[in-house]
């Protein structure tokens, strides 16, 4: 039978931790890699029986590939503080690494806010992949590079998205000065087009196209939300185009 790791990336998730170890028990081994938490992150994990390590944050391809160099099993799953795998997914999980047909499976997100998981939010991502078929690159939205036929698993992960609206909007606004950068690096130019007319877009995308309004004030909300996420990433380039950071 195939083994598979499980590599949980970390900064203070004392709270949400230990459930979602408890979620992944089935696995071979348990890799944290955490940056350098000030909270009990890495207590936590070692009291489980994770191999922890702690690594200072520079982007997240880097954490996680530098996680990947420890894993040893035939697969890897990498599965986030806020998440849990149920029961059910667990069963598909062992079975898929178990075939021969692929070397990596996406994974169903429905996004949870205000006590309630929206469907219509819904993303797949790819998250289980065999180990020596990947690598991660990007410094802000990362992307997993397989080499392979991928396939999709139907139970979805257990994602408790948001700690409430002030932490997303938080977690807005660093990655938006991590985009910005990005932007900023390849020579993109902010105009008064990329600060009206793309948020409203992507509040129109995230409501309307995507069926959000089925999901009630909590989309309007997220959708509010990431169309802020946006204005605020053109902002920040706008900030560093005239040296004003």
């Not at 998730?13 to 979602?20: F, I, K, V």
């Not at 806010?113 to 690598?135: D, G, P, T």
């Not at 605020?232 to 005239?242: D, E, H, I, P, T």
């Amino acid at each position: 039978m195939s083994t598979i790791s499980v590599i949980i990336p970390t900064l203070n998730e004392a709270a949400y931790l230990e459930r979602c170890l408890y979620s992944v028990q089935f696995a071979d081994e348990i890799i944290v890699i955490d940056s350098m938490s000030t909270d009990q992150t890495a207590a936590i994990a070692k009291a489980k029986g994770c191999q922890v390590i702690q690594r200072e944050f520079d982007n997240f391809s880097n954490q996680k590939n530098h996680a990947l160099s420890f894993a040893t099993c035939d697969w890897v799953l990498f599965v986030d503080a806020d998440e849990r795998i149920p029961y059910p997914l667990q069963l598909e999980i062992i079975e898929a690494i178990n075939s021969t047909h692929y070397v990596g499976y996406k994974l169903q997100f429905p996004h949870f806010f205000m006590n309630r998981f929206l469907v219509q939010q819904s993303s797949s991502v790819l998250r289980l992949i065999k180990r020596n078929e990947c690598y991660f690159k990007g410094s802000v939205h990362e992307k997993l590079i397989v080499q392979g036929p991928i396939s999709h698993l139907k139970t979805p992960v257990l994602h408790f998205t948001y700690k409430g609206l002030e932490h997303y909007l938080d977690k807005k606004d660093k990655y938006a000065w991590f985009q910005a950068q990005q932007l900023y690096e390849r020579g993109k130019k902010a105009t008064y087009f990329h600060l009206i007319f793309k948020p409203f877009y992507r509040f129109f995308h995230s409501f309307v196209l995507r069926g959000g309004f089925k999901d009630g004030w909590p989309a309007f909300a997220i959708a509010a939300a990431n169309a802020y996420g946006v204005f605020s990433r053109y902002a920040k380039l706008m900030l560093l185009q005239k040296n004003l950071k």
